[in-house]
């Protein structure tokens, strides 16, 4: 069993950074591929940012690529999320989620993954 927990959320104005942190308890990450996800209200949770277990290969969705930076310590047990240039369509509950997720197609899918954090608020105002 993996726990996750995120941190870092707050409130921001537009064209703010925020850093998301994930920590991670039970089991080592190191197997685990890592994404971030994220829910805006009233709609589905969508594929942000992931990175394989070994941090070789980054995927981001296009809405974020640029601006968002996802890394992670596998001696800390921690996954980051690095957020600049932050709009107001950012607004949502970020969540950490891990799993074995391999492919690109899975790495940018809730199916990859088996562990999620409870979520973090980000809300960006204008």
């Known amino acids: 069993q993996v726990a996750l927990v995120e941190s870092g959320g707050g409130l921001v104005q537009a064209g703010g950074s925020l850093r998301l942190s994930c920590a991670a308890s039970g089991r080592t990450l190191a197997i685990y591929a890592m994404g971030w996800f994220r829910q805006a209200p009233g709609k589905e949770r969508d594929f942000v940012a992931a990175?394989?277990?070994?941090?070789?290969?980054?995927y981001y969705a296009d809405s974020v690529k640029g601006r968002f930076t996802i890394s992670r310590d596998n001696a800390k047990n921690t996954v980051d999320l690095q957020m600049n240039s932050l709009k107001p369509e950012d607004t949502a509950v970020y969540y950490c989620?891990?799993?074995?997720?391999?492919?690109?197609?899975?790495?940018?899918?809730?199916?990859?993954?088996?562990?999620w954090g409870l979520g973090t608020q980000v809300t960006v105002s204008s």
């Open positions: 990175i394989t277990w070994s941090g070789g290969a980054t």
């Open positions: 989620a891990a799993g074995p997720a391999s492919s690109r197609y899975t790495l940018a899918s809730r199916s990859g993954y088996n562990y």
